[in-house]
């Protein structure tokens, strides 16, 4: 589909906004007291996640390309996929829609925030945690340590196992065939041809794509969370601070700003390397 850049810009940060709604607000309901699905387990976590990935591919998918993350946006443009014109765009978008998503999740909840004793069930409602931390100055270069690794290998899974779900996906051989022949796939009767014999090996992807997250949130996810996505964790961290106790209750402690860099930068790191891989490999 070709739309134009503010259209896709806007449908990052709606797409993004929905990641954290939906993703955020299962671990709100788990780890919140009082809420219906307090203490319902990890399962259902993971479950969360994978459709909170999986929806906005299948809603987005042929808008913006539903990025949906800085690391994955940053890695297709330092391998030649994306344009590098949209990079700044599209990382404002997500960060400010993981801001937006994390905000519905706090109206949603916020009864629920002001009856939690428990400060790391508050901002883990936001933002990851090392489960290494304890509270002292001690424990935060081991959790700084396994975090990182943590999230590279986790995101490098994610962003490695993202392009070759989309690109690798059932019927993409068509595609090149079409394009050895010479074919312009520019042209629109083309693109109409051939769009019934590809749409459904992509959406597959696309619902795959949502088990994958799935899978890495169970198998990963218990040394910090995990955010595998620098906006799902910087924005939501700077509304955790922006916002005061008299919303978050007055549990609410500081926003662990000494470990914000790891899901941030790990998963950059990540996402260049997986990509630049398939690239090597299957380019």
Not at 134 to 160: I, P, W, Y
């Amino acid at each position: 589909m070709d739309v134009a850049i503010h259209i896709k810009y806007i449908t990052e940060f709606i797409a993004t906004a929905t990641l954290v709604l939906i993703g955020n607000g299962t671990v709100a309901n788990v780890d919140l007291k009082g809420t219906k699905g307090n203490n319902s387990g990890w399962i259902l976590i993971a479950i969360g996640y994978g459709l909170a990935v999986m929806m906005p591919a299948l809603m987005f998918g042929n808008v913006s390309g539903n990025h949906i993350n800085p690391a994955f946006t940053l890695g297709l443009a330092v391998s030649g996929y994306f344009d590098w014109a949209l990079v700044p765009g599209y990382i404002v978008a997500q960060v400010l829609g993981a801001m937006f998503g994390q905000a519905l999740v706090v109206t949603v909840y916020q009864p629920y925030f002001l009856k939690t004793e428990n400060s790391n069930h508050i901002l883990g409602s936001f933002s990851t945690i090392s489960a290494l931390d304890d509270g002292t100055v001690e424990s935060r270069k081991a959790s700084m340590l396994n975090g990182f690794l943590n999230e590279f290998v986790g995101s490098f899974l994610l962003f490695f196992g993202a392009m070759s779900l989309t690109k690798n996906y059932f019927g993409a051989e068509i595609l090149k065939f079409i394009e050895s022949q010479g074919a312009n796939l520019s042209d629109a009767a083309v693109h109409h041809q051939i769009s019934n014999f590809l749409n459904p090996g992509l959406n597959v992807a696309h619902l795959a794509l949502g088990f994958l997250v799935m899978a890495l949130v169970a198998c990963v996810g218990g040394p910090t969370g995990p955010a595998l996505n620098p906006a799902r964790d910087l924005g939501p961290r700077i509304l955790h601070f922006l916002l005061p106790a008299s919303v978050l209750g007055q549990a609410k402690s500081d926003s662990k700003w000494w470990y914000a860099w790891v899901p941030v930068v790990a998963p950059i790191l990540a996402g260049i390397a997986a990509v630049a891989l398939y690239k090597f490999l299957y380019a």
